[in-house]
């Protein structure tokens, strides 16, 4: 496998572009997100002019709109897609996202952290953990991983046929490239090889459903991270269980096929294929985060900043439960434990001591699974003390490293 690209940034001049439809699209300068690979330069021959906006500019775009964020962060991108969802899409605006993030893993809403990611792994290669508002299963993203999300009103949610029309553009532009829509919503090579999973949102007020596509995978890092951190002593989970496959990329298949050219083929064709009355108005736009918070921006912010809390992140946990035995000082120690929203809910300790036994029960009744404070419990009970080596043992479930 190829590893992901390196990123660079280029402004690209004025340009004024007339779709196939017979549409003109007015566009001005633009900020555009060029990659490159060792010894290779991206081939921009039908760059698109993608014109600098802002979230109260709004009311400007057209009825088709092609989106593409500039910010690598995953809980920006996350927030853009939220707040998008909810308040541009009641006047029968369509909107196709496009955005990419530095390497992370982003969780479903109904997920467990530890179930679905190597929280040490993350943690040592400075990989995010971000949980989303989608259903859906655990995936890995990079800078050669893009990611495509249609935000309509919910009555033009259409998952399937959105996605046919990605393996559309695709086979459009690369032959070679033949993918296949799953019934579970994935999209597949001849092989059974997935390039791409998927997850939606639908509300009162919009529905988004987006996808990733790996274009160029790193594939060490991908299922490195996507290893579980706790398995074994797993007794029940509530919580939507990812589903491994087998992965392969584009560029696997086709030298050429590159980040920045699957964007102008999805942005051309957007909007082509969906003006189908050809009354309605196309922008193809960047944008970013101002220097400045503007009052629609302030609501994108509080998007983000929840989106990085713990209480996000880890606290949204559906219900679970562990057992765990283990022999320290030459005593048989049996713990069970049940969570709800990273809380103890429930404990039960068996041991040899029914003191020790009172003692950790109540120490760990209700506590959260906030590793600074296993590990303020561990030091005040003293490492090297029994009761601190069972409070050890639990906490290297959840932190290997602690």
Not at 248 to 258: E, N
């Amino acid at each position: 496998m190829l590893r992901a690209p390196l990123c660079a940034f280029k402004t690209l001049s004025l340009a004024q572009r007339r779709c196939t439809s017979g549409s003109v699209l007015q566009s001005s300068v633009l900020q555009f997100t060029s990659y490159s690979t060792p010894n290779r330069t991206t081939d921009l021959r039908s760059v698109h002019s993608w014109q600098p906006t802002e979230i109260s500019r709004v009311a400007e775009w057209g009825d088709l709109v092609v989106l593409r964020s500039t910010s690598n962060n995953v809980h920006w991108n996350l927030a853009l897609e939220e707040w998008l969802s909810q308040n541009t899409v009641s006047t029968g605006r369509h909107i196709l996202l496009l955005y990419v993030n530095t390497p992370s893993v982003v969780i479903g809403r109904m997920q467990n952290p530890w179930l679905e990611s190597s929280l040490a792994y993350l943690r040592d290669n400075d990989i995010t953990l971000a949980r989303r508002h989608s259903g859906g299963g655990a995936v890995y993203h990079d800078r050669g991983n893009l990611n495509i999300s249609f935000i309509t009103p919910k009555s033009d949610y259409h998952r399937c046929s959105r996605l046919k029309w990605v393996t559309q553009c695709v086979h459009s532009a690369w032959p070679q490239i033949q993918l296949t829509v799953s019934d579970k919503g994935d999209m597949r090579l001849p092989n059974g090889d997935k390039v791409s999973g998927s997850a939606a949102r639908l509300t009162q007020r919009g529905a988004y459903h987006h996808c990733t596509l790996l274009v160029q995978a790193d594939s060490h890092s991908l299922f490195s991270s996507l290893e579980p951190t706790i398995q074994d002593s797993l007794t029940l989970s509530s919580s939507t269980a990812s589903r491994r496959s087998a992965v392969s990329d584009l560029q696997s298949y086709a030298g050429d096929c590159t980040i920045e050219r699957v964007c102008e083929e999805l942005g051309e064709r957007f909007v082509r294929d969906f003006n189908t009355t050809q009354d309605k108005t196309s922008s193809l736009l960047s944008i970013s985060a101002p220097s400045h918070m503007e009052a629609a921006w302030q609501q994108v912010n509080k998007y983000y900043l929840d989106s990085t809390k713990w209480d996000w992140t880890y606290g949204r946990t559906p219900k679970f439960g562990i057992r765990h035995e283990k022999i320290i000082d030459g005593k048989s120690l049996f713990i069970d434990m049940q969570f709800d929203r990273c809380c103890t809910t429930q404990c039960t300790v068996t041991c040899s001591d029914p003191a020790v036994e009172t003692h950790v029960h109540n120490q760990i009744k209700g506590m959260k699974l906030l590793e600074s404070d296993w590990k303020n419990l561990i030091a005040s009970a003293g490492a090297a003390t029994f009761c601190g080596q069972v409070y050890q043992s639990i906490a290297a479930l959840f932190w290997p490293e602690i």
